[in-house]
Nanobody, 122 residues
Framework: QVQLVESGGGLVQPGGSLRISCEAT????????MGWHRQAPGKAREMVAG???????VYGDSAKGRFIISRERDKNVIYLQLNSLKPEDTAVYYC????????????????WGQGTLVTVSS
């Protein structure tokens, strides 16, 4: 069974930094792209950053210049370095992978993790 598991969320003061991680586990053959989305209370989910298997990255407007996405391709792990955090960055951060091919020939069009909460507050 393939799963995406996020970790590293927590409480951080405004202006601080945090790194969150997402690991895809299971019988994975390949993942074309992985990314981070977030959802704040009462708001719609928004794209934060994405990275392809080849290392190309894309960032949402809220992340540009402050957040950095990276990937350990061989381990199917991605990271999101969150810098210069603001209270409005408070949200549950979700990891996703698209598409995911398994060693037994199954394809998941998209999978999501359960999310990790980042709270920015003094």
């Amino acid at each position: 069974q393939v799963q995406l598991v996020e970790s590293g969320g927590g409480l951080v003061q405004p202006g601080g930094s945090l790194r969150i991680s997402c690991e895809a586990t299971g019988n994975i053959r390949s993942i074309n792209a992985m990314g981070w989305h977030r959802q704040a209370p009462g708001k719609a989910r928004e794209m934060v950053a994405g990275i392809t298997d080849g290392g190309s990255t894309v960032y949402g407007d809220s992340a540009k210049g402050r957040f950095i996405i990276s990937r350990e391709r061989d381990k199917n792990v991605i990271y999101l370095q969150l810098n210069s955090l603001k209270p409005e960055d408070t949200a549950v951060y979700y990891c996703n992978g698209v598409p995911i091919l398994t060693t037994d020939g199954h394809q998941y069009s998209e999978l999501w993790g359960q999310g990790t909460l980042v709270t920015v507050s003094s």
